[in-house]
């Protein structure tokens, strides 16, 4: 103790100095660790945080400025700690040790903040020191994340930065950080530090109280063990755990992708939704499993890792519930590409350019991803704005393709195939979690979609059990779920792009509507625009096709490292979120008077239609129809960033919806197709001369029955017409790939 009234400066050991920081400063207490002792960098933290001028303007100092605008927290980029600093010690010490030097930091940003405030007057007048606060510092760096598979033992309380969906979030807890400790004997007050993130509070084994031998008789030592907690005099903070899962394109093939545990705390916590993107920079920890209980009963030593997070960004492109935000020479740009007069031709043109034809197709996938306005009426009513697109139609017409497409270029998109999808995960599932036996729910791809797009491929696939789950989130736009003692409503305002085959695996043209289409009506009718691809063989169509595909197939391997392709990609992506963000179009007094009556039109073509069929049409018109025509007129007055949906936008939608659902609604062959008199009777004839050569129940091959009424001077047309009618009726049956006849009751 030499020397202790030289006039040097003390400064007592504090607990978020774990390691010995204590000793003379200006003797360099810590000289012997060969670190810089801890009140230097606390200085030079604070240093930082007053003097970093902006790189533009030098008199500006951007993060006292942040400091002063926000009190909460403070993002600190690395790189600028880098640049700041030459010999850098202050960035290597964060990345190599974070756990000690981040609460110094968090002390330094508190300091400044102080002493940045102003004095304050008391009651009485006399002015005092503001009172320094806690301030959370964020941490960013522009370094490349690595994969989670790389996060070894080497990385243990080291800075790392990963990225991943976040798939599960749990409730909000909250975190002791001072537990104070009270003994059962003497009633001494202890207050003890707790570890960070996942850890516990290191609770003393005996009490450091000495009894007095004098004083009264019969005062006993502290027995061993006497801390109790006293949980309401205790400091608390919010916390809370993620499941942070890789992102699927990083997976390596063939394996299942892995997650990590994240704890966040103070004011990240509920920042967080369960599938948002994200890239983390946080602290490789490790924590005691409560729940080991059976494997790793005997292993003392075996520890579970997690990561603590000191600071997240998430990942634009995918985050569209956030606002993204848009430079001002985007905005620009976006501007004058709307103000384009053949804009729309032009984003049609960027849409799936790898496959060639099927216009109309591309137009209704680009109103899909554009979207209509949703509107919330004051009654509480939600309108939905989200367009929904069924494919239907022959093998290799490239339905596939678009959904992928769409995957890729929506800001939001989950894809999923019909037969491996069940209702539970296509909605939301109950799971109990494994550590506090409660049930939670899972959200499935229709909640994880939300604000995106669905792409459900082999539609026709799936089990119509399922598929009714899809009903409710396809028009309510909400997923109602009561299961396990869990209630509740979860919203899905997500647009559906679902690609299917007609029954017999191709569009069959001698088949009606009906039996092509063979969904049910209730679905039919949610689907805005129902689009059926036929492959029909043509020469020149057929000549350009194939030679569009050689060249896609030539041409692959140099436009891959091409990067102009994926700045389409990128830029096409952030339109979309930019028209979404910033356009809310409505329609136009002129062209709704004009919508009303070409509606009033459709449905009258349609009964009349049905009338002289004598049958239902397969696809229903209904109001839902009217409503998708103005969803896809706003989605066209969207692409071209106007406010008002004119008369123009509504000719293109009512072009749009009759090439596809007013196609698809007539298509396949109707009985009655232009039947004159003379051929009623005559097909009239031949079922009567039909019925003559069958018993029922019985059978007969198709060519013979045919051969043999063709000799009694009928034509041959006329029979099979009359076959095809019977079997609507279902008078008769086909058997065996249509080959054999069976006559029924």
């Known amino acids: 103790m030499s020397g202790w009234d030289e006039g040097a400066v003390y400064y007592s050991d504090q607990a978020q100095f774990p390691h010995g920081g204590g000793g003379a400063a200006g003797g360099g207490g810590d000289g012997e660790n060969g670190g810089v002792s801890r009140h230097v960098i606390l200085r030079k933290f604070k240093e930082f945080i007053r003097n970093f001028p902006d790189k533009s303007q030098p008199n500006v100092f951007p993060y006292r400025e942040a400091l002063v605008e926000n009190q909460n927290y403070l993002v600190v980029n690395l790189s600028d700690l880098l640049s700041y600093e030459r010999d850098q010690t202050l960035p290597e010490l964060l990345r190599q040790n974070p756990a000690d030097y981040l609460p110094l930091f968090e002390t330094a940003a508190a300091e400044v903040l102080a002493s940045l405030r102003s004095r304050i007057a008391r009651e009485s007048g006399e002015m005092e020191e503001p009172e320094i606060g806690e301030v959370q510092i964020l941490l960013r760096s522009e370094q490349d994340s690595m994969s989670m598979r790389s996060l070894g033992a080497q990385y243990i309380s080291k800075l790392v930065k990963v990225s991943g969906i976040v798939i599960a979030a749990s409730r909000t807890k909250a975190k002791a950080t001072y537990v104070t400790l009270l003994c059962k004997n003497c009633k001494n007050v202890k207050i003890v530090p707790c570890r960070p993130g996942l850890g516990g509070a290191i609770v003393p084994r005996s009490c450091d109280h000495v009894p007095q031998e004098f004083s009264q008789v019969g005062e006993e030592p502290c027995p061993i063990d006497p801390w109790v907690v006293v949980p309401d005099k205790s400091k608390y903070v919010d916390q809370q755990t993620l499941k ?438 005559e097909i009239k004839q031949a079922e009567v001369q039909i019925k003559r050569r069958m018993g029922i129940g019985s059978h007969i091959s198709e060519r013979r029955l045919i051969d043999d009424l063709t000799r009694m001077g009928m034509n041959e047309s006329i029979v099979r017409r009359a076959l095809i009618i019977m079997h609507q009726r279902d008078e008769v049956e086909y058997k065996r790939e249509r080959r054999v006849i069976l006559r029924k009751a």
Request: with cysteine.
């Open 244 to 681: 942070l899962q890789e992102n699927p394109e990083d997976v390596p093939t063939g394996e299942l992708p892995r997650n990590m545990l994240l704890s966040i705390d103070r004011h990240l916590v509920q920042t967080i939704v369960p599938g948002t993107r994200l890239t983390i920079m946080g602290i490789y920890s490790i924590f005691q499993a409560s729940n080991s209980s059976t494997s790793h009963k005997g292993a003392v030593a075996v520890r579970q890792p997690y990561i603590r997070v000191v600071g997240l960004e998430e990942t634009n492109e995918a985050n569209s519930r956030g606002p993204a935000n848009f430079t001002v020479d985007e905005k620009e740009e976006f501007m004058k590409f709307a103000s384009d007069s053949n804009a729309y031709d032009k984003i049609c043109a960027k849409v799936a350019p790898s496959i060639f034809g099927h216009v109309d197709v591309k137009k209704a996938v680009t109103c899909l991803l554009f979207g209509g306005s949703r509107k919330f009426l004051p009654d509480g009513v939600r309108l939905r704005g989200d367009i929904n697109v069924l494919l239907l139609g022959d093998p290799s017409t490239a339905k596939s393709q678009f959904l992928k497409f769409v995957e890729k270029t929506a800001p939001v998109a989950v894809y999923t195939s019909g037969k491996g999808s069940s209702a539970a995960g296509l909605t939301a599932s109950v799971i109990r979690d494994n550590s506090s036996r409660e049930f939670y729910l899972e959200g499935g791809a229709m909640v994880l979609a939300d604000g995106g797009v669905v792409c459900i491929d082999e539609f026709d696939k799936m089990r119509p059990e399922d598929r009714v789950a899809i009903h409710e989130a396809m028009e309510q736009q909400t997923i109602s779920i009561a299961k396990a003692g869990i209630t509740t409503v979860l919203n899905s305002r997500t647009s559906v792009l679902a690609a299917a085959n007609p029954p017999s695996g191709r569009y069959d043209d001698l088949k009606t509507a009906q039996d092509n289409i063979d969904l049910q009506t209730t679905i039919l009718s949610r689907f805005d625009l129902i689009f059926i691809v036929k492959d029909i063989r043509k020469y020149d169509q057929d000549k350009n096709i194939a030679s569009h595909i050689i060249k896609v197939h030539a041409s692959a391997e140099a436009s891959r490292d091409d990067t102009r392709t994926m700045k389409e990609y990128n830029w096409l992506k952030r339109y979309i979120q930019y028209c979404k963000a910033n356009c809310h179009p409505r329609l136009s007094d002129s062209a709704a008077s004009m919508l009303q009556e070409s509606y009033v039109k459709i449905r009258q073509d349609m009964r009349r239609q049905s009338n002289e069929t004598g049958e239902a049409t397969a696809i229903p018109i209904t109001v839902r129809q009217l409503e998708a025509i103005v969803r896809l007129s706003e989605a066209l007055a969207r692409m071209r960033l106007s406010q008002v949906a004119n008369e123009d936008h509504v000719k293109e939608a009512i072009r749009l919806f009759n090439t596809s659902t007013m196609d698809a609604a007539r298509s396949g062959i109707s009985q009655h197709i232009n039947v004159t008199p003379e051929m009623a009777n």
